[in-house]
T-cell receptor
């Protein structure tokens, strides 16, 4: 079973739409959660950390549900520049603090 | 700004060759990582290092070795390249403690083994 599972998409949405990505993780000892963004042929970059209480950064909202081992990312008012692959990442204390990456969800925002 | 550089963006090697991939970071980070990224499989950890001369195996270390002689440099070595090692290789670094939560990636090396 994969440590982190994501719907690969692709998600094709019009500009201005709201889109949500989901991610599940298998290790109940996971303690740190992140969303990374990866543009085509570029390296991943941290988009935002995910906190237990949920957190928001402009148009982006991240939620964590520890009981269900589920993480989400909501993008409101999608822009063309949001087109990228979004990677769900978890880190667990019982695996040497390694980072585990999902395979990513592809988003294309259409004019 | 943290900068992580990798020695090559594109590399073509032949089966059986010894391949060196170099990674350098300029932020005095303790932690460094080597991943490979393949379609449908995501990023998988090959090796990581928490200190100079220290190394730990990740999830897929077979066929690879690493070297960390200096804090800023982490090298990945393919002892005898094989076609199934054709992949995108990404190096990353992070600070220690709470700041270890953020990984900074290099631009990647796309390796093709013929």
């Amino acid at each position: 079973r994969k440590e982190v599972e994501q719907d690969p998409g692709p998600f094709n949405v019009p500009e201005g739409a709201t889109v949500a990505f989901n991610c599940t993780y298998s290790n109940s000892a996971s303690q740190s959660f992140f969303w990374y963004r990866q543009d085509c042929r570029k390296e991943p970059k941290l988009l935002m950390s995910v906190y237990s209480s949920g957190n928001e950064d402009g148009r982006f909202t991240a939620q964590l549900n520890r009981a269900s081992q589920y993480i989400s990312l909501l993008i409101r008012d999608s822009k063309l520049s949001d087109s990228a692959t979004y990677l769900c990442v978890v880190r667990a204390s019982n695996t040497g603090n390694q980072f585990y990456f999902g395979t990513g969800t592809s988003l294309t925002v259409i004019p | 700004d943290v900068k992580v550089t990798q020695s090559s963006r594109y590399l073509v090697k032949r089966t059986g060759e010894k391949v060196f991939l170099e990674c350098v970071q300029d932020m005095d980070h303790e932690n460094m990582f080597w991943y490979r990224q393949d379609p449908g499989l995501g990023l998988r950890l090959i090796y990581f290092s928490y200190d100079v001369k220290m190394k730990e195996k990740g999830d897929i270390p077979e066929g690879y070795s690493v070297s960390r002689e200096k804090k800023e440099r982490f090298s990945l070595i393919l002892e005898s390249a094989s076609t199934n090692q054709t992949s995108m290789y990404l190096c990353a670094s992070s600070a220690s403690g709470r700041a270890a939560d953020t990984q900074y990636f290099g631009p990647g090396t796309r390796l093709t083994v013929l």
